[in-house]
């Protein structure tokens, strides 16, 4: 009994958006026994992604709606569902994906065997996630020209301003690679949440809430440390995550891509005057992804690599490098909120009947 609740859970946490694919070792059921009791990981399938008060979970698990209610809480607290907590009001449960979900609330709960798990289950549950893009790719705000029109969803110091409440939180990907005994000298604490997530990471004691001046300091501290800025892909994002390409999962792979250009959601690409290049080489150190090279002294850049993140240029002591807004035809679709997003997501697995949204 016990092994196949863990196997309803897998299978349940795959019909949702984000996916849980089965792999060949069978890693995922491992992840699943070290997170959820066997209790809650019964309890964990009878919840969608609509928020629900307990009283309507608990006729669905038929527990009593006492013993419900505390349950939902303390996986609520350990990070296995979200929650919506707002005062005079019962408190809301739902599902969370696996991916931009329960792995990143276990930032306090990482040790390296928890880590190698993560590894190992990475590599088939990149597949899934990469079928549409959770995060997408914005420039440093200081990277663009004046001249260029800029759209409130693509600049991260607009995107800062239109947030009721902001907390920032650590990578939890330079922590993994820390608790492996490895990882870069990037700063940590460089995660921006924002609003209902926001709310969640405090009550769970993920992070700290901060005002719009320090967010933005954040934001110009990442650009210093060659961070890339990554929001979820919709308009209106919960977070904006600061990656770094050593120990971030999603640059990696961008990184590790022959065309990164091709697998990125941006809306700018780099361009480069061989007229005033000096040929210094800080691009290649900044780029991320490998897109600078030099040819005879000189950058090239390479646009099939280019994610438009913006990190060559504003340090480009010469001014060559700069941001320009990518073709009309090439500009991505971006949904307008994160539920949006994983609709989408959904249909692009094949999940269209939902069954696990509605």
């Avoid at 863990?6 to 694919?21: E, S, V």
């Avoid at 699943?32 to 969608?48: G, H, I, N, Q, Y």
């Avoid at 013993?67 to 408190?91: C, N, V, Y």
């Avoid at 891509?257 to 080489?281: K, L």
Wanted: proline share 6%; aromatic share 6%; hydrophobic share 35%.
């Amino acid at each position: 009994m016990s092994e196949e609740v863990y196997r309803q859970l897998a299978r349940h946490l795959d019909d949702l958006p984000g996916g849980f694919p089965p792999s060949e070792s069978g890693v995922e059921l491992r992840i699943l026994k070290r997170l959820f009791s066997p209790e809650e990981a019964e309890l964990a399938v009878c919840l969608t992604l609509v928020p629900e008060e307990a009283n309507v979970i608990a006729e669905r698990s038929g527990l009593d709606i006492e013993e419900t209610g505390k349950r939902l809480q303390i996986m609520a607290r350990k990070g296995l569902i979200f929650s919506i907590e707002e005062g005079g009001r019962p408190a809301l449960y739902q599902a969370a994906s696996y991916i931009f979900g329960i792995w990143e609330y276990q930032l306090n709960n990482l040790n390296k065997e928890f880590a190698q798990d993560m590894d190992e289950y990475g590599r088939t549950l990149s597949v899934e996630i990469s079928k549409f893009p959770q995060l997408r790719t914005i420039p440093v705000g200081r990277s663009i020209p004046a001249s260029t029109e800029v759209f409130p969803h693509e600049g991260a110091g607009e995107l800062v301003q239109a947030r009721k409440k902001i907390l920032v939180a650590p990578c939890i990907c330079r922590r993994k690679t820390k608790t492996q005994g490895a990882g870069c000298d990037k700063p940590e604490e460089t995660c921006l949440i924002f609003d209902q997530w926001a709310e969640y990471y405090h009550r769970n004691g993920l992070g700290r809430f901060i005002g719009k001046d320090e967010a933005l300091e954040i934001l110009k501290k990442a650009d210093e440390a060659g961070l890339v800025l990554q929001p979820s892909n919709s308009k209106e994002p919960g977070w904006i995550c600061c990656c770094c390409s050593c120990c971030c999962g999603v640059v990696k792979r961008l990184k590790a891509h022959p065309q990164s250009a091709s697998i990125v959601v941006n809306s700018f690409i780099c361009r480069v005057d061989p007229e005033i290049c000096e040929g210094c080489g800080i691009c290649i150190d900044r780029c991320p992804t490998d897109a600078h090279e030099i040819v005879d002294d000189q950058v090239v850049h390479l646009p099939e690599r280019c994610i438009g993140c913006g990190l060559c240029a504003t340090t480009c002591p010469s001014g060559a490098a700069t941001m320009i807004r990518k073709p009309e035809d090439q500009q991505p679709g971006i949904p307008q909120t994160v539920f949006d997003n994983q609709i989408k997501l959904a249909q692009v697995r094949g999940k269209v009947g939902l069954q696990n949204v509605t």
